[in-house]
């Protein structure tokens, strides 16, 4: 479990002159976990260790290897859009465990 703080859209509130985008941050799922990535290497991580673990990790993620719990949320592809406010709990799930009957 990864806690992220997500950024606020600065750019989107000036453009749409709505303080909705300064509560809500919309976010691709690829964008969330690379802010997990970077979270959980931490700020002195090399960068080409950053790039290796995002492109190998979204790999999976468009594989199917794996599905991507966001906030009690499942999602198994990397180009849907989360709606985030504050930070949000990023959970990483292997696929065919999310399957198995209960």
């Known amino acids: 479990m990864i806690r992220v ?3 606020i859209d600065v750019r989107a509130v000036i453009e749409t002159d709505s303080p909705a985008f300064a ?3 919309p976010l691709r799922v ?3 976990v690379a802010l997990a990535i970077n ?3 931490g700020p002195r991580a090399p960068q080409d260790k950053r790039a290796r673990a995002i492109r190998a990790t979204l790999g999976g993620l468009r594989e ?3 599905v991507v719990d966001v ?3 499942t999602y198994e592809r990397a180009e849907d859009v ?3 406010a504050g930070s949000v709990t990023l959970r990483f ?3 065919r465990e999310m399957r198995a009957p209960r």
Do not use: H, K, N, W
């Open 64 to 66: 199917g290897t794996f």
């Open 93 to 95: 799930f292997i696929e």
């Open 82 to 84: 989360v709606v985030c």
């Open 5 to 7: 703080s997500v950024p």
């Open 23 to 25: 509560l809500a941050t």
């Open 39 to 41: 979270e959980a290497l």
């Open 71 to 73: 906030d009690g949320r």
């Open 30 to 32: 690829d964008d969330l």
